[in-house]
């Protein structure tokens, strides 16, 4: 089995739908893959605007909300640099459901353990994926592997949080019709934004279980 997040759900897509990949794995996996750039910041656009002013209706920190509206709706997406700017409001508005209790905290405090006791060096590594991003910033921009979902027909399951605002569940939704895959199914963790394995770990492991229990 193969499962993918976030860039990981890219990955796995350009694995699977090259050459004979998928005659290797049982079943694949992916969990708020952002496989379609141009389309997830648009839709990221989309959702700040619909969930923000609902929480601007019901009086939750609304100067806050109106300010990730106002400046999401300045950004020139054809723009790089506004398009990965769109992405930051993005974060910040799942840390905003986070403060107002729609989204589970994060399990754990991986700080000491990743700075102190990883045998990597989290200094280094931060530098290496800076570096990365500015070389790849012009592909990044440009991707899209939603051709590639066609291609990929054994079981597939796609994990998404309801609150994840960078790659909204609106393009899981049409992602999910996209796959070649008879074998598929999209479920939406409602307390949770894009790392729903840290806000719902336990449903997230159930769910996963379950899948690869089915499909062995």
């Known amino acids: 089995f193969l499962a993918g997040h976030s860039w990981g759900g890219s990955l796995g897509i350009k694995y ?4 004979n990949n998928q005659n290797k794995i049982q079943g694949w996996i992916e969990v708020g893959g952002g496989h379609n750039v141009p389309k997830i910041v648009r839709l990221e656009r989309e959702m700040v605007n619909k969930v923000g002013s609902r929480q601007i209706t ?5 100067n806050e909300w109106q300010d990730k509206i106002e400046k999401a709706n300045a950004l020139n997406l ?3 640099d506004d398009l990965f700017e769109m992405n930051r409001i993005a974060v910040q508005c799942e840390e905003l459901m986070t403060k107002s209790d729609s989204v589970n905290k994060k399990i754990g405090n991986t700080f000491f353990r990743d700075y102190f006791f990883s045998p990597l060096d989290p200094s280094a590594a931060s530098v290496n994926s800076e570096k990365t991003f500015d070389k790849m910033k012009s592909e990044l921009a440009a991707l899209d592997l939603s051709e590639n979902t066609t291609l990929i ?3 597939t399951l796609l994990i998404w949080g309801k609150y994840d605002f960078r790659v909204p569940p609106a393009f899981a939704i049409e992602a999910i019709e996209e796959y070649g895959s008879i074998n598929k199914e999209l479920i939406l963790f409602n307390r949770s934004a894009h790392f729903v394995q840290w806000n719902e770990p336990e449903l997230f492991y159930q769910q996963v279980r379950n899948f690869i229990d089915r499909n062995k």
């Open 16 to 19: 699977l739908s090259t050459d």
């Open 58 to 62: 019901q009086g939750n920190r609304v």
């Open 78 to 80: 054809n723009n790089i």
């Open 153 to 155: 027909t054994i079981p």
